[in-house]
């Protein structure tokens, strides 16, 4: 059984930075199509970024595009999300997500292309 525990969430200012990881146990990590989405208090879930098994296909939203990265190390089973010039609207709890999926955009956006979730890990950026 998948499991995935996001940190590295936090209290940043407008402008700065944060690294979330997310740590994948259970299954063969290089399998599963991996994606960070985001949730707003009292709005459903948002996609945010996804990475193909390999690492070597990104998506993006366009909200992120450009100042986050997402990326991988299949190595050691973990997953990132780099947040940049972050903005107040970027307060969410973000979850990390691993889907046994094939990586389109249009599928990886898709919440319901995600099998398994972690519990979420809070960002807050002050303005």
């Known amino acids: 059984q998948v499991q995935l525990v996001e940190s590295g969430g936090g209290l940043v200012q407008a402008g700065g930075s944060l690294r979330l990881s997310c740590t994948f146990t259970?299954?063969?990590?290089?399998?599963?199509?991996m994606g960070w989405f985001r949730q707003f208090i009292g709005k459903d879930r948002e996609f945010v970024a996804a990475?193909?098994?390999?690492?070597?296909?990104?998506y993006y939203a366009d909200p992120v595009q450009g100042r986050f990265t997402i990326s991988r190390d299949n190595a050691n089973n973990m997953l990132y999300l780099q947040m940049g010039s972050l903005k107040p609207e970027d307060t969410a709890v973000y979850y990390c997500?691993?889907?046994?999926?094939?990586?389109?955009?249009?599928?990886?956006?898709?919440?319901?292309?995600?099998?398994?979730w972690g519990q979420g890990t809070q960002v807050t950026v002050s303005s």
């Open positions: 997500a691993a889907g046994d999926t094939a990586t389109t955009l249009a599928i990886v956006r898709q919440t319901t292309s995600y099998d398994n």
């Open positions: 990475i193909a098994r390999s690492g070597g296909t990104t």
């Open positions: 259970g299954r063969t990590f290089d399998l599963y199509t």
